[in-house]
Each structure stands twice: as C-alpha cells, then as structure tokens.
C-alpha cells in the first residue's frame, strides 16, 4: 500500500530539526525559524485516481493529530480542479516540541544553558556552535562549575 502523507514521515523531517540543533540556535539567538513548514510529498493525478482513498484516510489522520496544514489548488487534466495539503505547519517552537515528544528534554536544556551563560558567559559562543553540550553533559554541569570556580 502506498504512503503518501504518511505520519512517520513528517515525525522524521520535524526530528531531523530538532536533532540538527538548528532549534537550539534559534531559542539562543533568537532567530526566526518559526513558522515553520514541512513540505509534503506532491501528488500527481495518477496518484489521487489510483489511490484516492488510502489519500483520504492518511489526511483525516493528520487532521485529527491537529496538524496545522497548508493547501494549494492544483488542475489536473482529467479530474479538475483539487484542493491538495502543501505543507505542515509548526506555528511555535512548543507545537514542534509536542510533536517529536521532546518537550522536558528542551525544557532542561533551557535551565541549563541560562545556567552555564549566567555563571561562564564566555561559554555563549561554544554552545551556539555545539548545543547538545548542554543536553549531552548535563548531569556533570554543577561539578564541572564547581571544579572551575575553585580556581
């Protein structure tokens, strides 16, 4: 059975965000990456003839898990005018957060990068360039403090 707005899909495309550290930059610096869309597979007419239904049900299910979607009207030469997803859309960084289920996990990288900045703001520019420090070290961050404060 073809997939073609397959959840597992979107849930690795939004992982892939989240575990490239481009949304730990972004809460560091402020940037704007949100809203932020994830591009669907494109649909050709052969594909909503053949398949129309496993279509429908994959929509309905992304629907319910109240995905934000984007549409765009496509022609098609045999079966006209159709209203088809573009894209899935992430307004915030919490809705993204929600959806991978790392939630706790940035909220402990929060605490421990306003930490780390508040007692070594020269350690800034390290983490902007290697975020998952704070995540990967942060059962050692209180030690490594105070070993350094010591000196």
């Known amino acids: 059975m073809a997939k073609f707005y397959e959840r597992q899909e979107i849930y690795a495309k939004a992982l892939k965000i989240y575990t490239s550290g481009k949304l730990f930059v972004d809460f560091m610096l402020c940037d704007e990456l949100f809203p932020l869309e994830i591009r669907l597979k494109r649909l050709k007419q052969s594909d909503l003839q053949n398949s129309f239904s496993t279509i429908r049900d994959e929509l309905n299910l992304l629907q319910k898990e109240s995905l934000e979607l984007t549409y765009k009207e496509f022609n098609f030469k045999t079966i006209g005018l159709q209203k ?22 940035f909220i402990q990288f929060v605490k421990d990068f306003n930490m780390i900045i508040m007692k070594y703001p020269i350690l800034k520019e390290l983490l902007h360039v290697k975020p998952f420090l704070v995540i990967e070290y942060h059962d050692i961050w209180s030690k490594f403090f105070s070993v350094c404060d010591f000196f």
Do not use: A, H, Q
């Not at 088809?84 to 919490?94: A, G, I, Q, Y």
């Open 84 to 105: 088809l997803p573009l894209s899935v859309v992430f307004k915030d960084r919490n809705m993204l957060l929600g959806f991978i289920r790392k939630n706790e996990e």
